[in-house]
């Protein structure tokens, strides 16, 4: 169906892509075959490092004409097939596209290159006073892939997620075409809404090249409390009692005491504490010391009331350290204590995280696999493994697909989405139908089909 | 092209619609052929105030069946002839589906019906302590007609648009298909995001019948300041001065003296000051006096140092009343003291507010037209006013074109955008295309074909 690369189509490429920057067949490395989680391996024929817009509709304009399948991709952390080649052909790597290109101190945007690293912005923002606030655990992301998956992170019940935080896109549509969506206007109302299709679109329409993106001033202060809990149920239970208490907290994550020790584990270091079985991880910020210490004065006696064991502020650089570094490792560590293992990213409406967590419990006991989870608790977006841990194949596959089948089910009941922030990719396709129903699918493929009739661009992804 | 409404058209449309809920031709009222700007009238063939989205998508099902053009309206109050049914046939009113469906507290979400007045919804979440942050000027337009465009309005600085406050949407397609849209969840990543590609569709993709909306804590205070200035020119270079300071403001709005009197004289009640040629008008909100103080205090000084004359608090009940009836009655008062006029309501990026409304005055003279001019000055969004003032209509309409042309082509340069707020609806259409251009023009009507393949809904606006 699709024309396979030959030595013409390589030929074509390497007349104005230099040496260096193209590979082919076996100089690809075998991690352009493979996502972060390594549920589908194909390699691509051509994997190509692209410098420049124009670079890129070049190669685009190729790939149309030709019918060569072609995918983009940053740093390849996702977590369901979305940057893997399915099809083959050309890959090109966003990764040397890593400038920042200009900081509007009076718009206060900053436009950026998608392969400029997550840390790298937020980084270069943060020694300006200002702030970027989207904050997913994988800080190696790039911000193409993070505006593609519609990232959100640990700080959204505050701040929102990437969505919020994107301007303006400069896109490659799949015939070579490039657009520029949106602009450094904070309101817009004109014509379709066709930046934030392309939000979340998981590389399917179009190749992101240039983004605008919204900063904040930096807040001038950020207090994290650490809460004890003698188990998980009373810890999640605590959340909704916050989430009533109006108060304005920039993130609420829960984590269990075995996500803790694996971390340790993996890491090598001591986690403040691991003499109880939950934690609640509570962040407040803002410009007045006055106001966070009443906040967060008001929602650690709140859960002392409800069954904190106490309250430890994570203050002193070495704490800060071992706390966040655990928390960052936690998919890392999950990941080293299993053969293999397969992820749920659901999001459920805010009321509904304990009852989720429990029923993660549940679903546990009935398929006999263990299934850690932790999480955005206050945002309802929860990051929940299954583990293989040497089960044979067969009897893996069953018992995940059992597990699945249950775990989604229950969020749609709770008025849940298939997934809260890592996409749909390849692997939860059979799930989106479910949730959206079949028409819902049938407008999503037809917009596929406007945007790239030729079903060239990253084939066999979310619809 | 369509089918024309008929008796048996109308038989079967009363078979399942009660007397007093349906009106036929002549019994419909003059207001339904027009908008709050009236630049084109057309009467729809029926009327039909619907109660349910079972009834809607009836409706919409026989439309489509028969090809019978059908329009969705809320008040009426946009300004760029969205809710005209250029084509006639069935006009479905949203006015009584007016109820607040739920709120709920622990999410912090309410769902309601899209015929719930902006200031109902006000009122009804203020009263409970709550905050629904849009706010545009015309608090009778419903909340359907302010998804429908993206409203912004003045708190758009701090809190962001209508978009923004969006979490579901129940809508109805043209076929008669009910989908849901989002939910109450904070995150998703979950397909293609058609909830943002319905918001500011401007109701021809399909009709919103139930929104569920995100709700904040209400801040504790919030303080207005008036700074009067010698020259309009002063006051909006202070503009980008302001935003330069790092205080986080909830709204900067500008007026001039020729718009504050009009408003007096349309409302017959006086403004504070009349003195000065141009005042800026400043709102602080948050929970924390002393912070609300320090910004207020800095920003003032700011002001008074470039050229402010003064600075008012607006904090008696009877000052609050005469500066917001004022704000309130702008657009209403330009419209009284001209026998015509049209409006053009650009967005540009932040930094470049004070550059457009200097131009505006150049084109005031080039063309020879009064444009008086007033808006959010702190997020870029300007509402632009050309007044025919007793001229005859050819030349009117030519130096319009003229002003119209000068305004959008001043607004692209600038990295603008046509339309904040408002809307492309009928009137804005050839300005859309000039500036973003074929290719996606192209896109937004295979969008179109998408959702509507008979194009019955809405038909002639947007693209």
Known sequence: ??????DRDIEYLRSFIPEGRILVHDEISHDYAHDELGGI??????LIYVLSTEEVSKIMKYAYDNEIPIVARGSGTDLVGAAVALEGGIMICTKRMNHILELD??????????????????????????????????????????????????????????????RGLTVVLPDGSIQHLGGKVVKNSSGYDLKDLVI?????LCVITEAILKLLPK???????????LTMEKAIEVVPEILKSKTSLTAIEYMSLDT???????????????NYAAYILLTFDGNNMAEIESEYTKVASLCIEKGAIDGYFVDTDERKKSVWNARGAFLEAIKASTDKMDECDVVVPKSRVADFIKYTHEVAEITGLRIPSFGHAGDGNLHIYLCKDNLEEETWQKKADTAFELLYARAREYGGMVSGEHGIGYAKKPYLVKQVGDRQIELMQSIKKVFDPKN?????KVC
Chains 1, 2 share one sequence.
């Open 1 to 6: 169906m699709y024309k396979k690369i030959d």
């Open 456 to 460: 060239i661009l990253n084939p066999g």
């Open 105 to 166: 101190e009076t718009n206060l945007t900053i436009t950026v290159e998608p392969g400029v690293l997550l840390m790298e912005l937020q980084a270069y923002v943060e020694e300006r006073d200002l702030f970027y606030p989207p904050d997913p655990g994988e800080k190696s992301a790039t911000i193409g892939g993070n505006i593609s998956t519609n990232a959100g992170g640990m700080r959204a019940v505050k701040y929102g997620v990437t969505r919020d935080y994107v």
């Open 260 to 274: 803790i020790i694996s971390a340790e584990e993996f890491l090598g270091k001591k986690f403040p504490d691991t």
């Open 41 to 46: 391996e194909v390699k691509p024929d051509v």
């Open 219 to 229: 807040p001038d202060f950020s207090v994290s409390m650490l809460l004890p809990f």
């Open 200 to 204: 979340g679109s998981e590389g399917t």
